[in-house]
């Protein structure tokens, strides 16, 4: 799975949990994804292009 379509994936969970939760006021935990969700973008891409380095 590529970044492109990992990132479209993600949105559409993204939207679709704001849809759900619409009528609360989430609009602090909806900003808290941005603190966290680059560092694990990254983390993903990184791991995708590692290999184990441990046979176990």
Not at 19 to 25: G, H, L, S, V
Not at 27 to 37: I, N, V, Y
Request: charged share 30%; proline share 7%.
């Amino acid at each position: 799975m590529g970044v492109e379509e990992r990132k479209g994936k993600l949105n559409q969970i993204i939207r679709g949990w704001t849809n759900y939760f619409k009528p609360a006021d989430a609009r602090r935990l909806l900003e808290t994804p941005d603190e966290w969700l680059p560092s694990r973008i990254r983390m993903v891409t990184w791991h995708q292009n590692t290999r184990l380095r441990f046979p176990f």
